[in-house]
Nanobody, 115 residues
Framework: VQLQASGGGLVQAGGSLILSCAAS????????MGWYRQAPGKERELVATIFITDNTNYADSVKGRFTISRDRAENIAYLQMNSLKPEDTAVYYCKAYRIGRATYWGQGTVVTVSS
């Protein structure tokens, strides 16, 4: 298993969760890391990316509420999710990618936000 996602769960609106994506060192050091989500009946969408340079970008829908980070010592990428809304309910996936190289996906972790 190249990527292992965890941390999903059930939370009330306004609450917080932190997702983790553990990767092998060979991937973590050389790939951009991203979080995606897929809500029922919808296409998978990009939530946040942290590049090899540690620059980040976010979907407009999560800016100011979500923070992506990486721990290079532990080879883990995190997605801190605050002020959660029911529309954040989805299966969340982590992805490691780099142009010209293989793309890796973690298994999904379910986030459910109740109103």
């Amino acid at each position: 298993v190249q990527l292992q996602a965890s941390g999903g769960g059930l939370v009330q609106a306004g609450g917080s969760l932190i997702l983790s994506c553990a990767a092998s060192e060979s991937i973590f050091s050389n790939y951009h890391m991203g979080w995606y989500r897929q809500a029922p009946g919808k296409e998978r969408e990009l939530v946040a990316t942290i590049f090899i340079t540690d620059n980040t970008n976010y979907a407009d829908s999560v800016k100011g509420r979500f923070t992506i980070s990486r721990d290079r010592a532990e080879n883990i990428a995190y997605l801190q999710m605050n002020s959660l809304k029911p529309e954040d309910t989805a299966v969340y996936y982590c992805k490691a990618y780099r142009i010209g190289r293989a793309t890796y996906w973690g298994q999904g972790t379910v986030v459910t936000v109740s109103s």
